[in-house]
């Protein structure tokens, strides 16, 4: 993708350079009367109310809600940050029993380090080809550390995974990628989704014979195409808070006339090949 004239890099800087203005998703709980009755319990002391998991999203929106205020900053001078510690235990809670085994609550609040406020600010529920429970979240966090003595605000997205317990659904895997504010600016086939398209599809497996406009509806971003072996395409991309397209969900329709998801992966099955020849 080529920046051509002043008009185009202006829409580009805005595109890569601006942070989210996208209201809060997390803003289910008054801070204080959620943590109260657990405010002197380890987090092996607690039991999780059914009521915040009888449902992924119910799930997910409480997870995110009671972590909103959560500090790990390892000390402010201006003294106590949100609910600072206090939300953690509960939320380790959310995590199920397998997931917990593998992710001890001193590596999981470590893994918060540097953390003084969270904001989730997209959750989607995505298909999954396993038929198993899979989300697509992104956070906006305000974070900072005792050496630079400032805050600044980070941005990540991922995947989580849940599955039914009996208690109520709980989380049972978290992927979170760090995002970059500069490798899509000077970088920029690989963020957009119909440059992707493109070249993945297009020259990397010769799969496209006809690409069609692309549909948008909020940060969703559909582009179908049809294929040169007669079927029709459809792959999701979700725009983050950088500007950058990440790709979700690939679908064939069946001769039934049914969208089918699928999985493929055209860095091994086609650039790999094309190189080995």
Known sequence: MFVRNQKDIAAYHQKYFRPSCLSALNLRFDTWETFSPFYDKTHDQILLPI??????EDTLLNYFSILREAENLGGRSCGSVGQA?????LAYNFLSKEYQRKLSYED?????AGVGHTSLIKLC???????GIRFFYEIETIEGFKEKRNEYFGYYYGFIQLIDEKEGYRISDVQQIGKDFLCAPYHGWSHDAESVVEVKYGNWCKLIQKIYPTTKNGYVKNIYFHGNDGADYCIIFFTLTNG???EVAQFRK?????WKLIK???EEECLTEKRRR
């Open 51 to 56: 009521e915040l998991t009888k449902t992924p």
């Open 85 to 89: 510690r206090i939300p953690f235990p």
């Open 108 to 112: 999981y609040l470590n893994s918060f």
């Open 125 to 131: 529920r995505l298909p999954d080809i396993k038929q």
């Open 244 to 246: 950058t397209d990440v």
């Open 254 to 258: 069946a001769r039934n006339g049914k």
């Open 264 to 266: 493929m992966k055209p």
